[in-house]
T-cell receptor, first 114, second 112 residues
Framework: AQSVTQLDSHVSVSEGTPVLLRCNYSSSYSPSLFWYVQHPNKGLQLLLKYTSAATLVKGINGFEAEFKKSETSFHLTKPSAHMSDAAEYFCVVSERNYGQNFVFGPGTRLSVLP | ETGVTQTPRHLVMGMTNKKSLKCEQHLGHNAMYWYKQSAKKPLELMFVYSLEERVENNSVPSRFSPECPNSSHLFLHLHTLQPEDSALYLC???????????FGSGTRLTVV
């Protein structure tokens, strides 16, 4: 069975500095991996996804993530944080291409300080 | 708008009330989901419908009753809820092929 670990429950950065949100996964098969963002009182929005194509995946709002099989990681990065990036971020793994077997990480809350 | 619409956005109900949450998608997706999001807890998968058949029920109490009349609509019928059921209820849809979920904005439910 697959699982997801988000190593930091809360990350705080200053505006204009880089963002790193860590995600490690466990999967018996080749996984699909996703990052979702949730702003306060909103639903979840897909940021980016990895589905066995290029290992460096670019998403919306300047975010990107790199799939590293040897490290079983899929960390989310952004070169320069913006105040509007403050939100909850969820890493998700799926082992099968059926859409019914998505496992969500516990989430990382990103705070951006002025 | 994401293409998945949930109504109402907010709901306050007493423990003896009966209400329903509605979810609608016109993305051509063939699977729909209900998730519960409580404060300081991970997202909890409640129900999964694939091609209008319920394929997963994660030990959800019977006071929650889902209904999927067609591939575009999903309901969650609520009755005799408890205060601990207060949460954000999220609907999502997807297409077989693993492209990821599309979420609605959620219904914020408060049980008093």
């Amino acid at each position: 069975a697959q699982s997801v670990t988000q190593l930091d429950s809360h990350v705080s950065v200053s505006e204009g500095t880089p963002v790193l949100l860590r995600c490690n996964y466990s999967s018996s098969y080749s996984p699909s991996l996703f990052w979702y963002v949730q702003h306060p009182n909103k639903g979840l929005q897909l940021l980016l996804k990895y589905t066995s194509a290029a290992t460096l995946v670019k998403g919306i709002n300047g975010f990107e993530a790199e799939f590293k099989k040897s490290e079983t990681s899929f960390h989310l990065t952004k070169p320069s944080a913006h105040m509007s990036d403050a939100a909850e971020y969820f890493c998700v793994v799926s082992e099968r291409n059926y859409g019914q077997n998505f496992v969500f990480g516990p989430g990382t809350r990103l705070s951006v300080l002025p | 708008e994401t293409g998945v619409t949930q109504t109402p956005r907010h709901l306050v109900m007493g423990m003896t009330n009966k209400k329903s949450l509605k979810c609608e998608q016109h993305l051509g997706h063939n699977a729909m989901y209900w998730y519960k999001q409580s404060a300081k807890k991970p997202l909890e998968l409640m129900f999964v419908y694939s091609l209008e058949e319920r394929v997963e029920n994660n030990s959800v109490p019977s006071r929650f009753s889902p209904e999927c009349p067609n591939s575009s609509h999903l309901f969650l019928h609520l009755h005799t809820l408890q205060p601990e059921d207060s949460a954000l209820y999220l609907c999502a849809s997807s297409r077989t092929g693993g492209d990821g979920y599309t979420f609605g904005s959620g219904t914020r439910l408060t049980v008093v």
